[in-house]
């Protein structure tokens, strides 16, 4: 299962991510998004969950996940991507 996480807090790095959602199963990948100019967190990532029930518990789990300014951590499952429509002009 693949789940979205928003509103990281700041300096979370992939390691730790990984160490939070271990809690609930096996992590198969965590992922902090980072700007690729400043190398800086952007804010939210991606967690990769063994099986779909492991994640399921994880994000039942980390609902009530608060950061130290007292805003909540987003956590729920990812959604495909859309497809990227290019419109090109001549």
Same mark, same amino acid.
């Given at each position: 299962?693949?789940? @979205?996480?928003? @509103?990281?807090?700041? $300096?979370?790095?992939?390691? !730790? &991510?990984? %160490?939070?959602?271990?809690? =609930?199963? !096996?992590? #198969?990948? *965590?992922?902090?998004?980072?700007?690729?100019? #400043?190398? &800086?967190?952007? $804010?939210? $990532? =991606?967690?990769?969950?063994?099986?779909?029930?492991?994640?399921?518990? %994880?994000?039942?789990? &980390?609902?009530?996940?608060?950061? *130290?300014?007292?805003?909540?951590? %987003?956590?729920?499952? %990812?959604?495909?991507?859309? *497809?990227?429509? #290019?419109? @090109?002009? @001549?």
């Amino acid at each position: 299962m693949n789940i @979205y996480v928003g @509103y990281l807090p700041d $300096g979370m790095n992939d390691e !730790q &991510l990984n %160490a939070k959602f271990s809690e =609930f199963g !096996q992590v #198969t990948s *965590a992922k902090v998004i980072k700007d690729r100019d #400043t190398g &800086l967190s952007k $804010g939210f $990532g =991606f967690v990769e969950m063994s099986n779909n029930n492991e994640g399921q518990n %994880a994000i039942d789990g &980390l609902q009530n996940w608060v950061k *130290a300014d007292g805003r909540k951590v %987003a956590v729920n499952v %990812a959604k495909e991507r859309e *497809a990227r429509q #290019t419109s @090109y002009r @001549y």
